[in-house]
């Protein structure tokens, strides 16, 4: 499993074998009916978190841009100081979070 959602039952579960494999954690929550937050945690990892943060801003705002979205949440996102949490379209949420595992997991070294 990828990703797991805030209020799943196992998520302490999921963050431990997380932690077990040294894969990324990533939680996604419902912000409301048209947007979902991406929220990943490597902190753990001997990485360099503003280069991390830094690449996963780059292509936020692509993604940003390719579907035009200016809701005023979306720019709350760019005043964290990690790039951690993502809003996304919650039609998104799903792909957007498997495919952040598969990048973090190959900046990880886990690929």
Not at 25 to 35: A, D, K, Q, R, V
Not at 61 to 68: D, H, L, T
Not at 83 to 104: P, T
Request: net charge negative.
């Amino acid at each position: 499993m990828k990703f797991i959602y805030r209020n799943d039952k196992t998520k302490d579960f999921h963050w431990k074998l997380c932690e077990k494999n040294h894969a990324p954690f990533i939680e996604l929550s419902n912000i409301n009916n048209g947007y979902t937050n991406i929220f990943f945690d490597i902190t753990n990892y001997h990485i360099s978190l503003e280069e991390i943060s830094d690449d996963i801003k780059k292509l936020y705002s692509a993604y940003i841009e390719f579907f035009m979205l200016s809701d005023p949440i979306i720019q709350e996102t760019y005043d964290q100081y990690y790039f951690f949490n993502l809003i996304v379209k919650s039609e998104h949420a799903n792909f957007l979070a498997e495919n952040l595992y598969d990048y973090l997991s190959f900046k990880l070294g886990n690929y």
